[in-house]
């Protein structure tokens, strides 16, 4: 579409400034339009002054808007403005920026807030919202444990195909990426141990090291943190999303509790399925040191089991294996709690997501701190 | 069939797996009307929205828009294309991580070089024009009603001033104060901008007020004509809509009010 470009013109008559115009004055024209309007306006004057829009060929809102603000304009500069021969099809154009106008100088835009005071303001926000989220988790705390203990008192009311799906989901859908890792951190700790051990010709204590470090602390925990990756922010996503379409104000409308069938099930589930992640993880990692312990080091797989039986107590498995509960537990619930938290839009979803990882993966992280500093105390 | 068609439908076939939703669809938009799309559910009416707009590639049949065929075309002119016609969605489809008034210069920025001030100026006469307060432009969807986010995605629609605008649903899910003022906005708009409006809807009522033609969807083709046209049309479906007990209240209402 070729069209002729807008264009303003001043052509002054005997006693009154004249502004002449034409043209399309349309919204791909703005640039240029608003600059030739500057110059030519006077910047100060008096008397009258005509805007004749005889010449206009078409105009729409944006083109509107500007020639209404050419007589707002001078009318702030000390003229007595007008708009002639403007074609009446564009008319009611005019007339609603002009309308627009008035209600404009009625309302204002928020003022801007000192830099200062919104970073102080923010800090504070900040300090505060930390301090609410302990106290919120605490309280869903509180309602998944009441849930757990009517569970217990009337199993039957458990959602028991919700739970075994979850375990599906979060356990038999796992093991490939689990194995992989533990795998490889089997053969890494074995590699480690390896170079430095042969130092003291004690390689054969390359055995007692991955044993102790896999069924100890490393099994759990990557497990726990590739759980926590995989599943607690599924739990989010999922619940977020469905606090999003009101299915879970559906469920309360219905009488259907949300924490019973959405945040038992995956509690639940996600109990059942770590541990057992755990013991495969601890059996993969193992096998990745007696790879490494047979192709590097010469010692047999024979000789790794015995090496094993003798350095290992049972009590190093347990310890490991007590840990995954209470990990899985803190990321099922972290899990749903910003599931519940998400709050109208896309984006929120993906932040509360974001936010359940990081949370779970420090938790699970302090805790296990937590553990081996107990356990030290204790003496175990 | 006018010379003047702005959206030119041929032959038009889509299908989904082994459904198939129109065969042989012929239809013309006429520069400057509004023009109603209607259907029972499942007949495809924000499908061939969606196949004009561009977001559905159809099995088969040409789409001339503004005189030119719609498929085929690609980078930069396609974008000339886009910049002159907007699109509503049903809930709005306002980008959510953008306040209001950033959702209506997406378009801006993108189509045209509008300095700044003017085109915050610009901005807050679209979000007056779709009659929100001003306030309403610098919050986010979440913090609006479906209502005021419909108008939104209006001011949005009509951020560059487009020729063409196509309404999904526009008055579905508005209470009827706010669908009624909804009707007249869009009536307002089409006659101060000189707006083509192409509308799927169900609301019978804004369909009455509103549309100078409209199409009924049925048999997977497209029956166009006027609201006193399509009551004597013979189609049991037609029928069923227009002199059903809702189709008998708005045409009654409709006469009243002239």
Redo the contacts between chains.
Sequence with gaps: MTSPEGWIKRSDEAGSTVLLVGGDWRIDEMATLSRAVERALPSSGSGDLRVDARGLTSIDSAGAWLLFKITQLAGQRGYKAEIKGLDPDFETLIERATQAAERFTGQTTAPPVNPIIRELNQIGKAVFDVFGKVVELISFLGLTVTSIAFGLIRPWRVQIRATIRQVELTGLNALPIVGLLAFLIGVVIAFMGAVQLKKFGAELYTVDLVGVAVLRELGVLFAAILVAGRSGSAFTAQIGTMKVNQEVDAMQTIGLNPVDVLVLPRILALMVSLPLLTIYADLVGLAGGAVICATVLDISTSAFITQLATAIDPSTFWIGMMKAPVFAFVIAVIGCYEGFKVSGSAESVGQRTTTSVVESIFLVIGIDAAFAIALSYLGI | MTQDAIIQVRGLINQFGQQRIHDDLDLDVERGEVLGVVGGSGTGKSVLLRTIVGLNRPRAGSIRV?GEEMSGLTGEDLKRFLRRWGVLFQDGALF??LTVAQNIQIA?NE?????PQ?RD??T???I??VGL???A??K???ELSGGMRKRAGLARA?A??PEIVFLDEPTAGLDPIGAAAFDQLIL?LK????LTVFMVTHDLDSLITVTDRIAVLVDKKAKVGTVESLMRDNDPWIREYFHGPRGRAAVAASHKAH
């Design positions: 503004f959510s991580s801006m189509h045209t070089t509008v300095p003017l100026e610009i807050r006469l679209k007056d024009m307060p001003l306030e432009g610098s986010y969807p979440s009509l560059v001033d307002d006659q101060s901008l000189g």
